[in-house]
């Protein structure tokens, strides 16, 4: 199947869906619904030809299809060999809304953040996709105050730092993934820098595109995953194609896309921890955007071989 050019690709047309609830809500008739992360993740393993997007400020993954089996923070983290994976922290305070589109035709469901930026879009593929969407009951706008994630303008907590370190070896892969997801991530951010040798090496950002050429033209298989607010969207590359617009670069394959911004990407990390080694993106304002990690079923060697090939700054 040949691939589609950038002007096709999701990642080049991301502006033409509204971008919050406010210019979502002066386009279309969109109802509120009485839902969390926690029912997004639980309808989203029974959709079976929905486009799902997540985006942030520098990373953009599409799929379609549906989620794999409902992945909350306390359980141990999983990705999927045959379909989405999202993993989510039910405590996180977002907005669930849904309209229609194509004059009735489609639903979509779309999950905001605290500052009611749309994070989150699946659009329904079937019928069968659109009696999931349609079943989740409407209640009255919510607000959610806005948590403030800065990082205290370059102070870090040395409470933080020792209990990061203190915990770093026995954590599991989906525990360090929820430090990347907890308010924002900005405190795993802050504490990478004082975590320890041969845990945390800060890396050129400017290599990226070169390591991802690299993976799409050997076809070597690994995970993407892209932050939402609370939550991650992920799949794994299997074979696709990579090419860059402008400033993004876009790795397609059939049912799964994954774009990002470079001029958004502040730094990146190669992070080590028991068995594991990831990279962890970061955007400009300092918070986790995207992680390439390993798939569990590929060759772990040569995956912890390429990380440790980056250049450090």
């Known amino acids: 199947m040949p691939q589609p050019s950038a002007a096709q690709h999701p990642a080049a047309q991301a502006g033409a869906h509204p971008q919050t609830l406010e210019t979502l809500a002066a386009a279309h008739q969109v109802a509120h619904l009485d839902a969390d992360l926690g029912t997004v993740a639980l309808l989203g ?18 799929g379609v299809g549906g989620f794999a089996g409902y992945q909350d923070t306390t359980r141990p983290f999983h990705l999927s060999q045959n379909r989405m994976t999202l993993r989510v922290d039910t405590t ?22 605290a500052k009611e930026t749309i994070v989150m879009r699946a659009e329904t593929g079937s019928r069968h996709d659109l009696n999931v ?21 370059g102070v870090v907590s040395l ?15 989906g525990q360090h993934l929820n430090a990347l997801m907890a308010e924002g991530g900005t405190q795993r951010a802050s ?12 890396i050129r950002p400017e290599v990226l595109p ?7 033209a050997r076809q070597i298989r690994h995970a993407r ?51 594991s080694c990831q990279l962890e993106i970061y955007g400009a304002d300092d918070r986790p955007v995207a992680v390439l990690a390993a798939d569990p079923h590929s060759n772990l060697g040569q995956w912890h071989d390429l990380l440790a090939a980056l250049p450090a700054v």
């Open 159 to 173: 409470a933080a730092v020792r209990q990061a370190r203190a915990s770093w070896a026995q954590r599991d892969s």
């Open 210 to 216: 070169s390591f991802l050429t690299y993976l799409v």
């Open 45 to 62: 393993a029974h959709l079976h030809d929905a486009l799902v997007s997540t985006r942030n400020s520098a990373a953009l993954i599409t």
């Open 225 to 275: 995953l892209v932050m939402g607010c609370g939550f991650c969207q992920g799949d794994i590359f299997e074979n696709g194609a990579i090419e860059q617009l402008d400033t993004i670069v876009l790795v397609s394959q059939d049912a799964t896309n994954f774009a990002l911004d470079l001029t958004q990407v502040s730094r990146c990390w190669v992070t080590r921890f028991a068995q």
């Open 92 to 113: 996180a305070p977002v907005h669930v809304v849904r309209h229609t589109a194509q004059a009735g035709q489609r639903t979509v469901l779309c999950v905001a953040d």
């Open 133 to 153: 969407l349609s079943n989740l009951q409407t209640r009255g706008k919510h607000s959610h105050p806005p948590a403030d994630l800065r990082t205290g303008g």
């Open 191 to 202: 504490t990478l820098p004082h975590i320890g040798k041969g845990r945390a090496l800060k």
